[in-house]
């Protein structure tokens, strides 16, 4: 018999929760939770009960014996900066979260409720490679402005995952790899892994980067503050441009791909301008990755939502091979994911870090 892990991944209007037995997935769900009942909560936090007996109240549906669990592993979310790696859910951890030091994010739930289901068992929660994992070079945080420094936010949890996989796939060690690793979502993150380590990336939330779905990435500063100070807008409706209603979205009107490649297919020119200009943007920003690594790249790994999408995988590839070759991941995989990192500490693989 494996062991057996509960997976938590709240997301901003749905919680998604999964068994493993080892890294076999014998149960999964989804619970939606509609944006009005959502809205009625003053914080995240205050979040925490509601979504503790949803969850509950589904596990009971299963008829799975929590008591063959050997841990619970939630979604990491908007700590202080940290290395990468499995995090034992701790008092400081949950003080932190509960305070909202870094900000809130609908994530920061997965620590609160694995630790309080864990504590009726007397098994161990864990988090997996937070958003806000840190491993960028001092020189990578100089922006130009000295008032201001390049912050670490990424999609760190599929980027490592996805780059431990491609590793193992191609017969070798994720920590005696250079690889580019692009995540393509509603937002994009575009990371140098050197030696095991995330040492440059984008900011995939504040405007950082290429374009995305959903997210301006890095626009002209002149024309934007411009914008700030003409009294047409609210810091609200300049934080909903670049996030939430940039890239595609602004240009488009949606953030679907698929929605806009069908356009392209019917012959949609501005639809394909618009679509191309995005890929050309994470091209160049795989280009300008190569330069941290002085153009000495061992793989150039595709992953997140988009890289189900042809004509994206396609033609970034066209503009980067040249540098080295591409792999394509499709997805996000966030639930096995954390239950690897679980399995990891579990099997002895690695030691849970302590916050």
């Known amino acids: 018999m494996g062991k057996f892990i509960l997976v938590i991944n709240p997301g901003s209007t749905s919680t998604k929760i999964a068994i493993f037995e080892d890294e076999l997935m014998i149960y999964d769900y989804k619970i939606n939770h509609p944006t009005e009942l959502i809205q009625q909560f003053p914080t995240i936090a205050s979040q925490f009960k509601f979504r503790r007996d949803l969850i509950l109240e589904e596990l009971k549906k299963s008829n799975f014996d929590l008591k063959k669990l050997s841990a619970i592993c939630g979604r990491g979310g908007m700590l202080r900066s940290l ?7 701790n008092d400081t951890m949950v003080k932190d979260i ?11 739930l997965g620590a609160l409720i694995a630790l309080d289901i864990a504590n009726d068992y007397n098994i161990p929660a864990y988090i997996v490679d937070p958003v806000a994992v840190d491993e960028m070079e001092d020189i990578a945080r100089i922006s130009g402005m000295a008032e201001i420094e390049r912050s670490c936010i990424f999609h760190a949890l599929n980027h490592k995952a996805i780059a431990r996989k491609a590793a193992k796939d191609k017969g070798k060690n994720y920590q005696d790899l250079n690889l580019i690793v692009a995540h393509l979502g509603g937002g994009v993150s575009v990371a140098v892994h050197k030696l095991g380590r995330v040492i440059d990336v984008n ?7 290429p374009m995305s779905p959903e997210r301006s990435g890095t626009v002209p500063m002149g024309p934007l503050y411009k914008m700030c100070f003409s009294g047409k807008y ?14 595609l979205a602004s240009y488009l009107g949606t953030n679907d791909a698929s929605e806009v490649a069908k356009r392209i297919k019917e012959g949609d020119k501005k639809a394909k301008l618009i679509y191309d200009a995005m890929i050309y943007q994470i091209a160049k920003e795989i280009g300008s990755c190569s330069t941290v690594l002085y153009g000495d790249i061992d793989y150039i790994v595709l992953t997140g939502g988009l890289a189900y999408e042809p004509y994206a995988v396609e033609n970034i590839t066209k503009r980067v091979s040249f540098l080295a070759e591409v792999l394509v991941y499709p997805g996000e995989n966030e639930l096995l994911s954390l239950a690897q990192g679980a399995l990891r500490v579990l099997n002895g693989e690695e030691q849970a870090k302590t916050y």
């Open 83 to 89: 290395t990468s790696g499995t995090y034992i859910v």
């Open 203 to 209: 900011n995939a939330l504040d405007g950082d980067g």
């Open 98 to 108: 509960n305070e909202a030091k870094r900000g809130e994010h609908a994530s920061n």
């Open 234 to 247: 609210t810091l609200q409706d300049i934080i909903r441009m670049n996030y939430g209603k940039g890239g």
